[in-house]
C-alpha cells in the first residue's frame, strides 16, 4: 500500500471507522498492506478499541438509606470506607475522675436550665449549678474574674464517658486505665450515636456514684468484633426529631476512627480544648451581641 493510501488507512482507524476487528472493509485495507503496515494497522486498532473500554469508577453508593436526611447518618455511614461508622446506639462506659485532676471550663452567657442538666449528668454529688460556674472561673485565671468562694464541703469528682468501642488496653485516652489518676469504674452507661471522628451525641442522665464496677476493665473485644462488621443502617439511628434536652455533643479520646488507627495521628489525645473554650465563649459573645431589628432594618455589630 502506498504511504498516502497508508496515512488515511491509519487516519480512519483512529477516527472510529473501523470498530471490531472483523471488519470487512477493516480486512479489506488490511490485505493490501504489507507486513510492517499491518503490524503498525493492528496496533492502532487496538489502541483505539483500548479507549473505548469501560473506565473502572468509583463504586456504586453503598445500599444505605437516609430518607429523612438524619444528620448522624450522613456522618457515619456515608464516609470514606475506613472511616466509615455504625449509626445505630452504643453504649458509653462511665467512669468517676477527682475533680482535683480535671480543669472545668463553663461558656458564658449559658442557660440555666442546660448549666442544671450538665450538673446532673457529670456532677451527681459535691457540685450545685453555682459552683460550677464558680469554679470555671478559678480555674480560668486572668480570663473569667472572680472572687467568690465554693460552697461545697463534702466528696469532689465529675463523671466521665469513656469510649471502650473505639480504644484498646493500649489506647492514651483518659479512662483506658488508672495508671495516672483514681478512676472508678460505674455499672451505669449512656447512649451516644457516633459523629465526627471523636465526638458522640451523648443522652446523658444522672447516675448512681455509689454503683461502682468490681474491677477497672472495659470490654474492647466489642470494638473489635463490631470493626469487623459490615455496616448498614440501623432502625436505632439517632432522629433530630427526637432530641432531648439531656442529649450533647461530647468528645472523647479514641484510637480508631471507623477502622482506621489514628494513634499515630493523636486522637486519643483530646487536645486544643482550651482554644475549644475560647471558642465557645467567642461564639456565645457574637450571639448576644449581634441584633437583628428587623423593624428598623439594621443590625448592631459586636462592640
Same mark, same amino acid.
Given at each position: 500500500? =502506498?504511504?498516502?493510501?497508508?496515512?488515511?488507512?491509519?487516519?480512519?482507524?483512529?477516527?472510529?471507522?473501523?470498530?471490531?476487528?472483523?471488519? &470487512?472493509?477493516?480486512?479489506?485495507?488490511?490485505?493490501?498492506?504489507?507486513?510492517?503496515?499491518? $503490524?503498525?494497522?493492528?496496533?492502532?486498532?487496538?489502541?483505539?478499541?483500548?479507549?473505548? @473500554?469501560?473506565?473502572?469508577?468509583?463504586? &456504586?453508593?453503598?445500599?444505605?438509606?437516609? &430518607?429523612?436526611?438524619?444528620?448522624?447518618?450522613?456522618?457515619? #455511614?456515608?464516609?470514606?470506607?475506613?472511616?466509615?461508622?455504625?449509626?445505630?446506639?452504643?453504649?458509653?462506659?462511665?467512669? #468517676?475522675?477527682?475533680?482535683?485532676? +480535671?480543669?472545668?471550663?463553663?461558656?458564658?452567657?449559658?442557660?440555666?436550665?442546660?448549666?442544671?442538666?450538665?450538673?446532673? @449528668?457529670?456532677?451527681?454529688?459535691?457540685?450545685?449549678? $453555682?459552683?460550677?460556674?464558680?469554679? =470555671?472561673?478559678?480555674?480560668?485565671?486572668?480570663?473569667?474574674? =472572680?472572687?467568690?468562694?465554693? =460552697?461545697?464541703?463534702?466528696?469532689?469528682?465529675? +463523671?466521665?464517658?469513656?469510649?471502650?468501642?473505639?480504644?484498646?488496653?493500649?489506647?492514651? @485516652?483518659?479512662?483506658?486505665?488508672?495508671?495516672?489518676?483514681?478512676? @472508678?469504674?460505674?455499672?451505669?452507661?449512656?447512649?451516644?450515636?457516633?459523629?465526627?471522628?471523636?465526638?458522640?451525641?451523648? $443522652?446523658?442522665?444522672?447516675?448512681?456514684?455509689?454503683?461502682?464496677?468490681?474491677?477497672?476493665?472495659?470490654?474492647?473485644?466489642?470494638?473489635?468484633?463490631?470493626?469487623?462488621?459490615?455496616?448498614?443502617?440501623?432502625?436505632?439511628?439517632?432522629?433530630?426529631?427526637?432530641?432531648?434536652?439531656?442529649?450533647?455533643?461530647?468528645?472523647?479520646?479514641?484510637?480508631?476512627?471507623?477502622?482506621?488507627?489514628?494513634?499515630?495521628?493523636?486522637?486519643?489525645?483530646?487536645?486544643?480544648?482550651?482554644?475549644?473554650?475560647?471558642?465557645?465563649?467567642?461564639?456565645?459573645?457574637?450571639? +448576644?451581641?449581634?441584633?437583628?431589628?428587623?423593624?428598623?432594618?439594621?443590625?448592631?455589630?459586636?462592640?
Amino acid at each position: 500500500m =502506498s504511504v498516502k493510501d497508508f496515512e488515511k488507512f491509519l487516519e480512519n482507524i483512529r477516527a472510529g471507522k473501523y470498530t471490531s476487528p472483523e471488519n &470487512p472493509f477493516y480486512q479489506g485495507m488490511l490485505q493490501r498492506c504489507d507486513d510492517a503496515q499491518k $503490524r503498525e494497522a493492528v496496533a492502532a486498532l487496538e489502541s483505539y478499541l483500548r479507549g473505548l @473500554a469501560p473506565v473502572a469508577g468509583p463504586p &456504586p453508593p453503598p445500599d444505605i438509606k437516609n &430518607p429523612d436526611f438524619e444528620w448522624l447518618t450522613y456522618e457515619s #455511614l456515608f464516609n470514606k470506607d475506613k472511616f466509615k461508622k455504625p449509626n445505630q446506639a452504643f453504649e458509653l462506659g462511665l467512669y #468517676l475522675i477527682p475533680l482535683s485532676s +480535671v480543669n472545668l471550663y463553663v461558656r458564658d452567657h449559658l442557660d440555666r436550665q442546660t448549666l442544671e442538666n450538665l450538673q446532673a @449528668a457529670f456532677f451527681p454529688k459535691g457540685l450545685d449549678a $453555682r459552683d460550677i460556674v464558680v469554679l =470555671s472561673k478559678m480555674h480560668c485565671s486572668g480570663w473569667k474574674q =472572680s472572687n467568690e468562694q465554693m =460552697s461545697f464541703k463534702d466528696e469532689r469528682y465529675i +463523671v466521665l464517658p469513656y469510649n471502650y468501642w473505639d480504644n484498646t488496653l493500649t489506647s492514651n @485516652a483518659l479512662g483506658t486505665n488508672t495508671a495516672f489518676h483514681p478512676l @472508678a469504674k460505674l455499672e451505669a452507661t449512656w447512649p451516644a450515636w457516633k459523629t465526627a471522628s471523636r465526638t458522640c451525641v451523648v $443522652r446523658t442522665k444522672g447516675v448512681d456514684p455509689q454503683k461502682r464496677a468490681a474491677d477497672y476493665a472495659w470490654p474492647f473485644a466489642e470494638g473489635d468484633r463490631v470493626r469487623q462488621e459490615p455496616f448498614s443502617s440501623h432502625p436505632s439511628h439517632y432522629k433530630l426529631a427526637g432530641y432531648q434536652a439531656m442529649d450533647f455533643s461530647v468528645k472523647t479520646g479514641v484510637q480508631y476512627v471507623g477502622r482506621d488507627d489514628q494513634r499515630n495521628a493523636a486522637k486519643d489525645v483530646v487536645d486544643g480544648w482550651r482554644i475549644g473554650a475560647l471558642r465557645s465563649d467567642y461564639v456565645a459573645a457574637v450571639d +448576644v451581641e449581634w441584633e437583628m431589628t428587623l423593624e428598623q432594618g439594621y443590625l448592631r455589630t459586636p462592640r
